[in-house]
């Protein structure tokens, strides 16, 4: 039994894949057989079959295998293009924020300072019509007073065309 250890050592050693995967076949019965093989089966027919058959699924494993290498290289591609598609979206809308509230505090200034300036506007006017309210009567003294020139002169007028 030592022996055997020594030697499965040995042919792992050897072995030019140690990373893949090996079948594993059942060692040799130590019990003698007592069913009799048919000639078929002593010129081995059967096993080329299960040897093709592993073969097969051998070379259909490995392409299996570099199509899921293949799939997830695409996956790990796309997810590094979205990534940077969704940095560069999220980049510009936090540069359109920035706009945006720059915009909004702009408009904000420029009303509060319309409002003032029409607030100031509206106090003058309010203003200029309480003063018109007294330029009746000083209308009113001014025709008087128009009138009095008037009657002076007409007045002086006369005295000085005396003949």
Not at 57 to 66: D, G, N, P, S, Y
Not at 128 to 145: I, V
């Amino acid at each position: 039994m030592r022996e055997m250890e020594e030697g499965e050592v040995a042919d792992s050693s050897k072995d030019p894949f140690p990373n893949c995967e090996t079948l594993i076949t059942e060692p040799p019965s130590t019990t003698p057989q007592t069913s009799v093989e048919s000639p078929e089966e002593e010129d081995g027919a059967e096993s080329k079959p299960s040897a093709f058959n592993q073969t097969d699924i051998f070379k259909a494993l490995q392409v299996v295998e570099r199509d899921s290498v293949a799939i997830a290289e695409s996956f790990t591609s796309l997810y590094a293009s979205l990534r940077l598609a969704l940095s560069e979206v999220t980049g510009s809308s936090v540069d359109h924020m920035r706009c945006f509230s720059d915009a909004a505090g702009r408009i904000q200034e420029s009303t509060l300072d319309a409002a003032t300036r029409g607030n100031r506007y509206i106090n003058s006017c309010l203003r200029l019509n309480e003063e018109m309210k007294g330029m009746d009567s000083l209308a009113a003294h001014l025709k008087l007073l128009r009138r009095n020139v008037d009657t002076l002169d007409s007045a002086v007028n006369k005295l000085l065309r005396l003949p």
